[in-house]
């Protein structure tokens, strides 16, 4: 959704607020609403619920959803029945019927859009072959937990991996051997990682990893097992292939742009290359002068 109109920007700023908070913000609005409408009937506003039912479905899911718009039909067709005491109770039955399915409908139709706003999302992030983070949408989400990871108490472990001739293999192979290489390696990576790390393709054959780990020793354990399982994985496919990592280890409040540190990262990765490839390189951000320090 584009987030230069105003529906996209009013979407993005749902998809901010914290479920709490969401979740006061409805109730509060219902509760002000019904007051209102209550107070003021022969002003109409049982529209109005619908805008609320909407931000509900969007905001809170599917489940929630659809209980708050059952909510909102009660509490909007309840208190207008003892308008109307003369009518015979079927046409009162469907006087009520007509709004609550109506609510219910809204939320249908919000949650499937849902439904498909968010796939669509998804998959413009996603590489297709291997299921990682395309390269704007991994410097995206980089920024972000390198920005988060500097205020707050984790080291984060940034790695650059690329396959050791890996156009070679295409040239004499194909590209859809390369392309079940690259398939291979994906899936091996999506299934060491956990959803809130970050894993992105940012170029041919070149990946790129940012996990944050309690501690510069776990971070290290952890970059070693991850060079270790992916090379693996790589032996198992038709046409084996290795693969060079370069890794920086950054502590907590280290304040470099993730600009800086890729390249620093990718430095790395590419003194693995020259010194003859198939290995890992790792290096550390000095926490008190705020730079790289040598590698080991």
Same mark, same amino acid.
């Given at each position: 959704?584009?987030?230069?109109l105003p529906v996209g920007r009013l979407a993005a700023r749902l998809d901010a607020l914290p479920r709490g908070r969401a979740w006061f913000a409805i109730v509060i609005a219902l509760a002000a609403l019904a007051i209102a409408d209550n107070r003021l009937r022969l002003l109409?506003?049982?529209?109005?619920?619908?805008?609320?039912?909407?931000?509900?479905?969007?905001?809170?899911?599917?489940?929630?959803? #659809?209980? @708050? /718009?059952?909510v909102t039909a009660v509490v909007?067709?309840?208190?207008?029945?003892?308008?109307?005491?003369?009518?015979?109770?079927?046409?009162?039955?469907?006087?009520s019927a007509v709004p609550i399915a109506t609510y219910l409908l809204v939320a249908v139709i919000v949650i499937s859009f849902r439904r498909s706003f968010d796939r669509e999302h998804y998959l413009a992030q996603r590489d297709r072959l291997t299921g990682a983070l395309n390269k704007q949408a991994f410097h995206e989400r980089a920024h972000m937990l390198l920005n988060s990871g500097a205020r707050g108490g984790d080291t984060l472990v940034l790695a650059i991996l690329d396959l050791d001739d890996f156009k070679t293999l295409n040239n004499i192979h194909g590209h859809a051997a390369g392309d079940t290489v690259l398939h291979v390696l994906g899936k091996r990576a999506l299934a060491m990682l956990r959803p809130e790390d970050v894993f992105g393709r940012i170029g041919g054959?070149?990946?790129? #990893?940012? @996990? /944050?780990?309690?501690?510069?020793e776990e971070g290290e354990r952890f970059a070693r097992i991850l060079h270790a399982r992916l090379s693996r994985a790589l032996e198992t496919t038709q046409h084996p292939v290795t693969c060079s990592m370069g890794?920086?280890?950054?502590?907590?409040?280290?304040?470099?742009?993730?600009?800086?540190?890729?390249?620093?990262?990718?430095?790395?990765?590419?003194?693995?290359?020259?010194?003859?490839?198939?290995?890992?390189?790792?290096?550390?951000?000095?926490?008190?002068?705020?730079?790289?320090?040598?590698?080991?």
């Open positions: 959704m584009n987030s230069h109409g506003l049982t529209s109005l619920y619908i805008p609320l039912v909407c931000a509900a479905c969007w905001t809170l899911g599917p489940r929630p959803g #659809f209980f @708050v /718009a059952l909007a067709v309840v208190p207008h029945l003892s308008d109307e005491p003369h009518h015979p109770l079927s046409i009162l039955c469907v006087r054959d070149e990946f790129a #990893f940012l @996990v /944050a780990t309690r501690s510069a890794v920086l280890l950054v502590p907590p409040r280290s304040f470099r742009s993730a600009a800086e540190l890729l390249d620093v990262a990718d430095q790395a990765m590419y003194r693995v290359k020259r010194s003859g490839k198939d290995g890992l390189q790792i290096a550390h951000v000095d926490a008190a002068r705020n730079y790289p320090s040598a590698p080991a």
